[in-house]
């Protein structure tokens, strides 16, 4: 039996009529590359701030790392990490000081401070940059400097909204390889993207359509269910009957 | 001219579809009045006094009875020595002492002349100025009933003690004052940020790739602001007529014409503004400090200029907001015409086309 | 219609380099695409020829008119929907329309044939304001605001940003009919996945111009063979190929890696076939691929370093 981290149940997010959120039902296991795709308005914003417990569910049930999405938000956030593509770093302190504050709102001593800070350096080869203000930094670069202090604090899931927006090819699958490392060490990854080829990255991807779920399995059995060839082609056919917008 | 007037009609839409920002235009210059009137015409009444009478004679006994007598004041005649008096101020108990030296009406009787102390805690201006006059005009009746009776000229000189504030500025200083901040506020402010905001969106790049001038997109978001400074003027002035019973006593017509000078002199500084900066907030910081705190500390209502060191006077200078009030309390208080304030609104045509002149010239035709 | 020579723009007093001698020319007519990351320079170009910033070095003209020069003559003659542009969010639908036809000398009547067929999407809300619509009615109101005067020449930076993949499909669908009505459209993207819907490309990174011509071509112009592969155990099998010293490149592209080899004599699928075996893979497929505008991208890119 697979250990599931994230559990849902008919969760359920309306402002006023209008239901955002349609009693959705999922479940992600541990260690998995779970892609939350959807058009644009289908409510995967909206679903994601639910579970990083910034939005209080109208009706449902959720846990998220064990813990109750209505009750224990505190706990939630301290086992998350959170990566946006709009938000990440802090333009005008250094990358030293992005991973001292980060690491440090999220407790960690400074002894595994500097461990951590020097390790994260290391791998991004960022030795010669320490110094430099995140803002001078490519966007690629940023990019993986901000997933990478995200699970700063060894968080059992990350959550990515759009993370590679507007990143280069290559830069973008060095991204995906950190994705992978980061997997492997144990935690889940819940990404959303608008590149379909990175769906076909996921192990499990489900499509969100005007507020529910409409398909949720593997890359591969997707594009069986709807005999497609790419992932585009299923987000295609789905999100074509989509009614609402954002 | 079809495209000036749309897009007119455009910023009309961005105003008065912004309720909050509608409210704080409209409602901020109200409730300035409002707050102030009521200051104005509330405290004035029952205000605890203390006599020290260390005469104790006729004549000190018929004043303390004239003022008892009045409504505007509630005596503590409780005896108290000087030191009393001052601690009594510092807890803020009373707004006055009336002081009657011993031999007061000897004094008055063979000297024919006599005095009265009045010390009074200043630090609210308004009130001290009204109750010393209450005060003076009480014994002034006293001394033209004695002279009455009698025809040696006997005179009570009521000797005056300011406290705290001793320039005394006050009462209908605020009018002119508020008028000024006002102006100030929504034109610098609103039109910097509503220049920015464009910016900020995007929208300006798309309206510098036309064939709209650039120079007109900046005129035109300064007519909204200034109609709706010229709306807030007239109904600073109603209100202050109507609630605040202080007459305009010059020129209306001249009145109107300055505040729109003034007007386009923060419409200027809000262009001048907004060529500097990228971000809404900066736009906003930028006005407030800008301008909003000096209008406060150098147009001369709320701290005397004259009090201040040589070189902060020398700064004050440059503020239009102290040349607008001189000219506005010249019109509407003293009454004078153009002749007495040719000066100020040289000084504050100067200022304007100084700013119009940067500005237009900073202004980008392009970006960066 | 747009040509540009050699054109230079630098920022921060020339420490950054935004476009670094940058020429090319745009027909009439053309879907012309510029192709590339953000901070490549896409939109420091689109300026240029916007007539909204200056360049450092070079010179461009727009239907014949020079960027500085003529600078009023072009913007009262392009279309341009910046990259940021999000509309008056407090004015409606049919508002912010006729603000732009006006703004630009015309009327909503004048042109209506033009914008007909996008406009009708959206004019059940025409009294809707533009802060609620969705992103896809947003960027169609966008278009008929950057079309209301019928420009001769059209820039659209990165109209297709953060826009989900069927809104994307539809708003290209609009561009190729614009196209057909004779209107010089230029736009930028980062989706390589829309290159190939451009009459013709140029693929830039850092300001530079890495190649430029027409999909087909650039995809041709491929040198070497390039395969792709998969197996049953994707996220080992990358590790496993690095160790393969024939081993060109490798990455990760939707369900398969691409692959290209340096060495491609009768024996080497073999070898690699044995060597995956070794290693546990099973499921093994393995054949040709022709390459996309993607990974012709990703070989520029490592070949200019």
Same mark, same amino acid.
């Given at each position: 039996?697979?250990?599931?981290?994230?559990?849902?149940?008919?969760?359920?997010?309306?402002?006023?009529?209008?239901?955002?959120?349609?009693?959705?039902?999922?479940?992600?296991?541990?260690?998995?590359?779970?892609?939350?795709?959807?058009?644009?308005?289908?409510?995967?914003?909206?679903?994601?701030?639910?579970?990083?417990?910034?939005?209080?569910?109208?009706?449902?049930?959720?846990?998220?790392?064990?813990?109750?999405?209505?009750?224990?938000?505190?706990?939630?956030?301290?086992?998350?990490?959170?990566?946006?593509?709009?938000?990440?770093?802090?333009?005008?302190?250094?990358?030293?000081?992005?991973?001292?504050?980060?690491?440090?709102?999220?407790?960690?001593?400074?002894?595994?401070?500097?461990?951590?800070?020097?390790?994260?350096?290391?791998?991004?080869?960022?030795?010669?940059?320490?110094?430099?203000?995140?803002?001078?930094?490519?966007?690629?670069?940023?990019?993986?400097?901000?997933?990478?202090?995200?699970?700063?604090?060894?968080?059992?899931?990350?959550?990515?909204?759009?993370?590679?927006?507007?990143?280069?090819?290559?830069?973008?699958?060095?991204?995906?390889?950190?994705?992978?490392?980061?997997?492997?060490?144990?935690?889940?990854?819940?990404?959303?993207?608008?590149?379909?080829?990175?769906?076909?990255?996921?192990?499990?991807?489900?499509?969100?359509?005007?507020?529910?779920?409409?398909?949720?399995?593997?890359?591969?059995?997707?594009?069986?269910?709807?005999?497609?060839?790419?992932?585009?082609?299923?987000?295609?056919?789905?999100?074509?009957?989509?009614?609402?917008?954002? | 001219?079809?495209?000036?007037?749309?897009?007119?009609?455009?910023?009309?839409?961005?105003?008065?579809?912004?309720?909050?920002?509608?409210?704080?235009?409209?409602?901020?210059p109200?409730?300035?009045?409002?707050?102030?009137?009521?200051?104005?015409?509330?405290?004035?009444?029952?205000?605890?006094?203390?006599?020290?009478?260390?005469?104790?004679?006729?004549?000190?006994?018929?004043?303390?009875?004239?003022?008892?007598?009045?409504?505007?004041?509630?005596?503590?005649?409780?005896?108290?020595?000087?030191?009393?008096?001052?601690?009594?101020?510092?807890?803020?108990?009373?707004?006055?002492?009336?002081?009657?030296?011993?031999?007061?009406?000897?004094?008055?009787?063979?000297?024919?002349?006599?005095?009265?102390?009045?010390?009074?805690?200043?630090?609210?201006?308004?009130?001290?100025?009204?109750?010393?006059?209450?005060?003076?005009?009480?014994?002034?009746?006293?001394?033209?009933?004695?002279?009455?009776?009698?025809?040696?000229?006997?005179?009570?000189?009521?000797?005056?003690?300011?406290?705290?504030?001793?320039?005394?500025?006050?009462?209908?200083?605020?009018v002119p004052?508020v008028m000024a901040?006002v102006m100030m506020?929504i034109c610098?402010?609103?039109?910097?940020?509503?220049?920015?905001?464009?910016?900020?969106?995007?929208?300006?790049?798309?309206?510098?790739?036309?064939?709209?001038?650039?120079?007109?997109?900046?005129?035109?978001?300064?007519v909204?602001y200034l109609l709706i400074s010229l709306v807030n003027v007239s109904i600073i002035l109603l209100l202050s007529v109507?609630?605040?019973?202080l007459p305009i006593n010059g020129s209306v017509l001249l009145l109107f014409a300055e505040s729109t000078l003034l007007i386009i002199t923060a419409l200027?500084?809000?262009?001048?503004?907004?060529?500097?900066?990228?971000?809404?907030?900066?736009?906003?910081?930028?006005?407030?400090?800008?301008?909003?705190?000096?209008?406060?500390?150098?147009?001369?209502?709320?701290?005397?200029?004259?009090?201040?060191?040589?070189?902060?006077?020398?700064?004050?200078?440059?503020?239009p907001a102290?040349w607008y009030y001189i000219i506005v309390k010249s019109i509407m208080i003293?009454g004078l015409g153009f002749?007495a304030i040719w000066?100020e609104t040289?000084?504050l045509v100067?200022?304007t086309?100084?700013?119009?002149?940067?500005?237009?010239?900073?202004?980008?035709?392009?970006?960066? | 219609?747009?040509?540009?020579?050699?054109?230079?723009?630098?920022?921060?007093?020339?420490?950054?380099?935004?476009?670094?001698?940058?020429?090319?020319?745009?027909?009439?007519?053309? $879907?012309? %695409?510029?192709?590339?990351?953000?901070? *490549?320079?896409?939109?420091?170009?689109?300026?240029?020829? @916007?007539? =909204?910033? +200056?360049?450092?070095?070079?010179?461009?003209?727009?239907?014949?008119?020079?960027?500085?020069?003529?600078?009023?003559?072009?913007?009262?003659?392009?279309?341009?929907?910046?990259?940021?542009?999000?509309?008056?969010?407090?004015?409606?639908?049919?508002?912010?329309?006729?603000?732009?036809?006006?703004?630009?000398?015309?009327?909503?009547?004048?042109?209506?044939?033009?914008?007909?067929?996008?406009?009708?999407?959206?004019?059940?809300?025409?009294?809707?304001?533009?802060?609620? $619509?969705? %992103?896809?009615?947003?960027?169609?109101? *966008?278009?008929?605001?950057?079309?209301?005067?019928?420009? @001769?020449? =059209?820039? +659209?930076?990165?109209?297709?940003?953060?826009?989900?993949?069927?809104?994307?499909?539809?708003?290209?669908?609009?561009?190729?009919?614009?196209?057909?009505?004779?209107?010089?459209?230029?736009?930028?993207?980062?989706?390589?996945?829309?290159?190939?819907?451009?009459?013709?490309?140029?693929?830039?990174?850092?300001?530079?111009?890495?190649?430029?011509?027409?999909?087909?071509?650039?995809?041709?112009?491929?040198?070497?063979?390039?395969?792709?592969?998969?197996?049953?155990?994707?996220?080992?099998?990358?590790?496993?190929?690095?160790?393969?010293?024939?081993?060109?490149?490798?990455?990760?592209?939707?369900?398969?890696?691409?692959?290209?080899?340096?060495?491609?004599?009768?024996?080497?699928?073999?070898?690699?076939?044995?060597?995956?075996?070794?290693?546990?893979?099973?499921?093994?497929?393995?054949?040709?691929?022709?390459?996309?505008?993607?990974?012709?991208?990703?070989?520029?890119?490592?070949?200019?370093?």
């Amino acid at each position: 039996m697979k250990e599931s981290v994230i559990k849902t149940e008919k969760l359920t997010k309306r402002f006023g009529d209008f239901v955002a959120v349609n009693e959705i039902s999922f479940e992600v296991f541990k260690g998995e590359v779970f892609g939350f795709l959807g058009a644009n308005g289908a409510g995967k914003t909206t679903a994601m701030r639910m579970l990083c417990g910034l939005s209080v569910p109208s009706s449902g049930i959720a846990t998220v790392a064990g813990f109750d999405v209505f009750k224990q938000t505190e706990n939630i956030k301290r086992n998350i990490g959170y990566m946006s593509q709009k938000f990440s770093l802090y333009e005008d302190l250094t990358v030293l000081e992005n991973i001292r504050f980060f690491g440090g709102i999220y407790g960690l001593s400074d002894k595994q401070l500097k461990e951590k800070s020097s390790e994260l350096v290391l791998t991004l080869g960022l030795q010669n940059e320490t110094k430099k203000l995140v803002g001078a930094l490519p966007l690629g670069w940023k990019q993986k400097l901000a997933f990478s202090v995200a699970i700063i604090h060894q968080p059992k899931i990350v959550f990515l909204d759009e993370p590679t927006g507007g990143v280069d090819p290559v830069t973008r699958r060095q991204f995906w390889d950190l994705i992978y490392e980061a997997a492997n060490s144990g935690i889940t990854i819940f990404v959303t993207t608008h590149y379909m080829d990175e769906a076909e990255y996921c192990n499990r991807v489900s499509m969100m359509v005007d507020g529910s779920i409409k398909a949720l399995d593997s890359p591969s059995n997707l594009k069986k269910q709807f005999s497609a060839t790419s992932m585009d082609e299923v987000f295609f056919e789905l999100a074509r009957g989509a009614k609402r917008g954002e | 001219m079809k495209q000036f007037l749309v897009f007119i009609k455009k910023e009309f839409y961005h105003v008065f579809r912004d309720r909050k920002t509608l409210l704080m235009l409209f409602g901020l210059p109200i409730a300035q009045i409002v707050l102030f009137g009521f200051a104005l015409t509330n405290e004035i009444k029952n205000n605890r006094i203390v006599i020290v009478d260390y005469a104790k004679d006729l004549a000190s006994q018929q004043i303390i009875n004239k003022i008892e007598a009045s409504k505007y004041f509630d005596i503590d005649k409780s005896l108290m020595s000087h030191n009393e008096i001052e601690a009594a101020f510092k807890e803020g108990k009373i707004k006055m002492a009336v002081v009657f030296p011993a031999g007061f009406n000897n004094e008055l009787l063979h000297l024919n002349k006599s005095q009265i102390q009045l010390i009074v805690d200043a630090s609210d201006p308004n009130t001290g100025t009204t109750l010393t006059t209450y005060i003076s005009s009480i014994v002034m009746t006293y001394q033209t009933e004695l002279m009455k009776n009698n025809s040696i000229p006997y005179r009570i000189v009521p000797e005056l003690r300011m406290l705290y504030n001793p320039e005394l500025k006050g009462a209908p200083n605020f009018v002119p004052g508020v008028m000024a901040l006002v102006m100030m506020l929504i034109c610098v402010m609103m039109t910097s940020v509503s220049i920015v905001k464009e910016k900020e969106k995007g929208t300006m790049e798309v309206l510098l790739v036309s064939p709209f001038r650039p120079i007109l997109v900046i005129i035109s978001k300064a007519v909204p602001y200034l109609l709706i400074s010229l709306v807030n003027v007239s109904i600073i002035l109603l209100l202050s007529v109507y609630l605040l019973d202080l007459p305009i006593n010059g020129s209306v017509l001249l009145l109107f014409a300055e505040s729109t000078l003034l007007i386009i002199t923060a419409l200027s500084l809000g262009l001048l503004i907004s060529t500097a900066t990228e971000s809404q907030q900066a736009a906003m910081l930028l006005s407030m400090m800008g301008m909003m705190l000096p209008t406060v500390f150098f147009s001369g209502f709320m701290f005397p200029i004259e009090n201040m060191p040589f070189p902060l006077q020398m700064i004050s200078n440059l503020v239009p907001a102290k040349w607008y009030y001189i000219i506005v309390k010249s019109i509407m208080i003293k009454g004078l015409g153009f002749s007495a304030i040719w000066k100020e609104t040289l000084i504050l045509v100067g200022m304007t086309v100084f700013l119009l002149t940067i500005s237009f010239r900073k202004f980008k035709i392009r970006l960066a | 219609m747009v040509i540009l020579n050699n054109i230079t723009k630098t920022y921060n007093k020339g420490n950054t380099i935004a476009v670094d001698d940058v020429s090319f020319s745009v027909g009439k007519g053309e $879907l012309f %695409g510029l192709i590339g990351p953000d901070g *490549a320079g896409k939109t420091s170009i689109f300026r240029v020829l @916007t007539t =909204l910033l +200056l360049p450092d070095g070079g010179s461009a003209t727009v239907d014949g008119c020079d960027v500085v020069i003529d600078y009023k003559k072009i913007r009262s003659q392009v279309g341009y929907m910046p990259g940021k542009f999000s509309l008056y969010q407090d004015l409606t639908v049919e508002e912010n329309l006729n603000f732009f036809a006006t703004i630009f000398n015309t009327t909503i009547k004048e042109n209506y044939e033009l914008i007909k067929e996008i406009y009708v999407q959206i004019e059940p809300f025409k009294n809707r304001r533009a802060e609620k $619509l969705s %992103g896809g009615m947003k960027q169609k109101l *966008a278009l008929c605001c950057a079309l209301i005067h019928k420009p @001769t020449v =059209l820039f +659209l930076d990165e109209p297709t940003t953060g826009v989900d993949a069927v809104s994307r499909k539809e708003f290209w669908e609009m561009l190729k009919r614009l196209k057909e009505q004779g209107i010089t459209i230029l736009v930028s993207t980062p989706y390589m996945d829309e290159a190939t819907l451009c009459d013709r490309i140029a693929l830039i990174q850092t300001g530079k111009i890495m190649s430029i011509d027409t999909p087909n071509n650039i995809v041709k112009a491929y040198s070497g063979t390039l395969y792709k592969i998969k197996s049953d155990m994707m996220n080992k099998l990358s590790n496993d190929l690095h160790s393969y010293e024939n081993m060109l490149s490798c990455y990760a592209f939707g369900e398969y890696l691409h692959l290209s080899f340096k060495n491609e004599n009768e024996h080497f699928e073999k070898e690699l076939m044995n060597i995956l075996k070794e290693k546990g893979h099973q499921q093994i497929e393995f054949e040709r691929t022709i390459p996309t505008i993607e990974d012709c991208f990703i070989k520029l890119m490592s070949s200019s370093g």
